[in-house]
């Protein structure tokens, strides 16, 4: 059975084991990803799991792994390969095809077990292993590596029928290892098990107690080996505040038409002009009208389980229709259950594409189809060899994706970048940072992130599902190195996040006179070498040093007025102890904002305190001016971009950074700060604002209570 699935998969994937160590099956996205993915895991399962989280992404946030799915699942089988052959493309290639085997053999045994058929359950096997969502899936491997699930409720079937305690802690393995190769399968696998258990339960009646104390010692096994796990995953949801929002959630669940939608690639269903991967959920003629005879004929109702499959058929169905149902687009006048769980299942909320839950429906209607089968294949009496053949013939032609598209891999194709990475390779580490972004370009970014494997440097660059707000803030339109007008303070910003290189590729900037800028910019004082490749430059930046703090303390803000050219209303705002309110100027930055605070009596102002949060990283000043009134007249203290200021702050605290701007020796009766640049879109905002008055000054106010 294992070398049949993997002959079917070699099929239905040709032409990809022609060149299984140069293309990746579907596109250059997600399958880079996950090819660096099981690199990494590899590497740190070599080094006892050191540092597992911290993959080389995304500096300098911490415990980035978990910005995506880790994989380590598929990686406890696919590492050896990655040691012995030091090739991603090979080992993601292997894994790709060996998905199938294991959704094929995970699904024979589940079938066999509720069937005790062998004819029955090759068919449900075919059924699970090509169907059409897996097409539509073809970017993701976790969702391709499915057969841990089945496995487990094989394992569970297994354990009431027998009593044997080996089989309830095997059903637990198996759903810990569907549960390591995809995050999801930590919530959507719980339905299908629940629902076999307290259907056995009823129908077996086995010793409560006994049953009792085995299920709960397998639950706290399997609890013990995801928490360390799920604890990482807690930390960084609640750091950065991965949630996913309620317009992501319903627009990637399912609509009831996405059952009869196949993808457009599969030649015999193509319902759907363009692909999107999570709304073509079409399981099947096949195995549609197998199902249909298992429920419709008495003598398919009254076989084992077929109730309970149906059960999990519909729920599964429901579910994935997420929190507020529709059907051809039209909208359902109360929401779903799924609405209820979102409310009250904890991380819930960090789960997008509830489609995905289709999967489920298809595993149930495989155990239905399986039934179906042997309805037929007794009514039919000799030949169930041939007819057997057939049906898996009939299921395989059409989930048929002819041909199956795969693409090219060659993460240097340019003779420059590849001295200047084997230069790299050979430097002193450091963080370092890939420019252009090219954040419209997913397959780019995709190989930045991979590259960190050829040239071993931590990366600022990166993709995953969630995008972090400093990359936004570096990438985004008219911000960081978005704003040509002020690349600059770009480079000066990551300068202070303690960069250590940046790779200029000149050869992929869509405007030769931004490139122009850049490299300008690099040779403003702020690089410490350049190294030239051809088109291809590095530069080693020159090391931050961030000015000498002097001692402080805040003036109470009872002892300050102030006023504003924009939003007066929201002042208080500034100084109310709530870092999520903000006073804001209420419009695109047009070079004439300002802030005025006017003291009680003349005072020392050592810094200017400004605190942003992540929702409003872009709205940092473009170009700030503090000025101090003083006896003597209008001083110019400060002038200049605050990136660098941000970075610092950012790098002590990712949420909530500050921007401190230290300040000369002053008197002033007057602090005011003035926005002098230009934005297309984005506002100025701030906070939380804090003067500080220096301690050593030798000017003592009436107003100081020291």
């Known amino acids: 059975m294992l070398a049949c699935f993997v002959g079917i998969a070699l099929v239905i994937t040709c032409p990809l084991v022609f060149h299984l160590t140069t293309y990746l099956p579907n596109d250059l996205g997600d399958p880079v990803l996950n090819a660096w993915i099981l690199w990494w895991d590899a590497t740190v399962i070599r080094n006892g799991f050191h540092q597992l989280w911290d993959a080389p992404s995304f500096h300098p946030y911490a415990h980035t792994l978990a910005y995506s799915d880790h994989l380590l699942g598929i990686a406890a089988l696919t590492a050896p390969l990655q040691w012995l052959t030091a090739n991603p493309v090979l080992v993601y290639n292997l894994a790709f095809i060996a998905s199938y085997a294991n959704a094929g053999i995970g699904m024979y045994l589940l079938a066999r077990v509720v069937t005790d058929r062998r004819d029955a359950a090759a068919v449900a096997a075919v059924i699970y292993a090509c169907s059409a969502f897996r097409v539509a899936h073809f970017a993701h491997l976790q969702w391709l590596m499915t057969g841990w699930l089945p496995l487990s ?13 080996r ?6 393995f198996f759903f810990v290892m569907q549960c390591l190769t995809a995050n999801y399968f930590a919530y959507f696998g719980m339905v299908p098990l629940a ?3 307290m259907a056995e339960i009823w129908r077996r009646r086995p010793p409560p107690m006994r049953t009792a104390v085995h299920v709960i010692g397998v639950a706290v096994l399997a609890a013990l080996a995801l928490a360390p796990i799920a604890n990482v995953y807690y930390r960084v949801r609640q750091e950065n505040n991965f949630r996913r929002t309620s317009d992501e959630i319903e627009r990637l669940s399912a609509d009831v ?6 993808h457009n690639r599969i030649w015999l269903w193509r319902q759907a002009r363009r692909g999107t991967g999570e709304h073509e959920l079409f399981p099947g003629a ?3 009208a197998l199902a249909g005879i298992a429920l419709s004929t008495r003598r398919g109702r009254a076989r084992p389980h077929a ?15 997420g929190p507020h149902p529709t059907a051809w687009g039209h909208r359902a006048a109360i929401a779903g259950p799924y609405r209820l769980l979102l409310d009250i299942v904890p991380g819930l909320d960090g789960l997008r594409a509830v489609s995905r839950m289709g999967l489920l429906v298809i595993l149930a209607l495989a155990v239905l189809a399986a039934q179906g089968a042997v309805v037929l294949l007794d009514r039919i009496g000799s030949g169930r060899t041939w007819v057997v053949a057939l049906l898996g013939a009939l299921i395989v032609t059409e989930s048929w994706a002819v041909p199956v598209r795969t693409a090219l891999f060659d993460p240097i194709p340019d003779p420059d970048d590849r001295r200047a990475y084997e230069f790299l390779r050979q430097s002193a580490a450091g963080p370092l940072l890939e420019l252009p972004f090219a954040t419209d370009d997913e397959a780019r970014q995709m190989t930045y992130q991979y590259l960190t494997l050829v040239h071993g440097h931590r990366t600022i660059n990166g993709h995953s599902s969630y995008d972090p707000p400093l ?9 960081g190195f978005g704003d040509a007008n002020h690349l600059g303070a770009a480079v000066a910003c990551v300068r202070a996040l303690g960069a250590r290189y940046v790779v200029v590729h000149g050869s992929r900037f869509d405007s030769p006179a931004t490139e122009t800028a850049l490299l300008h910019e690099f040779e403003s004082g702020q690089i410490a070498a ?8 590095v530069f080693a930046l020159a090391e931050d040093v961030p000015p000498v703090e002097s001692v402080s303390h805040p003036i109470p803000h009872t002892a300050m007025r102030t006023r504003s050219s924009h939003s007066p209303d929201r002042l208080p705002l500034l100084f109310d102890g709530n870092r999520d309110s903000r006073w804001l100027s209420a419009g695109r930055q047009t070079g004439r904002e300002w802030i005025e605070i006017e003291f009680d009596t003349p005072r020392d102002v050592g810094h200017v305190r400004m605190q942003t949060a992540e929702r409003s990283f872009g709205d940092y000043p473009r170009v700030l001016t503090i000025e101090a009134v003083e006896p003597a007249g209008t001083r110019t203290l400060f002038s200049g971009s605050v990136l660098p200021h941000f970075a610092r702050g950012f790098l002590l605290d990712h949420a909530y950074p500050v921007v401190d701007v230290a300040l000369p020796p002053n008197r002033a009766r007057v602090i005011r700060l003035r926005q002098g640049g230009v934005t297309d879109e984005l506002f100025w905002s701030i906070h939380e604002l804090e003067l500080r008055e220096r301690v050593d000054s030798g000017m003592r106010s009436t107003g100081d209570t020291r």
């Not at 409720?153 to 305690?165: C, M, V």
């Not at 089989?167 to 637990?172: K, M, P």
């Not at 990359?471 to 911000?479: C, I």
């Open 307 to 321: 109730g309970l499959y149906a059960a999990i058929a519909a729920t599964a169905f429901v579910l994935s229709l």
């Open 257 to 262: 038409s996405d059952y009869f939608r196949g």
């Open 195 to 197: 629902a076999v258990a």
């Open 471 to 479: 990359l936004r803030l570096l990438s985004g339109r008219d911000q």
């Open 153 to 165: 409720l094989w394992a569970l079937h297994r354990y009431f029928a027998s009593g044997a305690w």
């Open 530 to 537: 350049r190294h030239d490749f051809g088109r291809t430059v």
């Open 167 to 172: 089989y309830l802690l095997a059903s637990g």
């Open 286 to 288: 096949v195995a549609l």
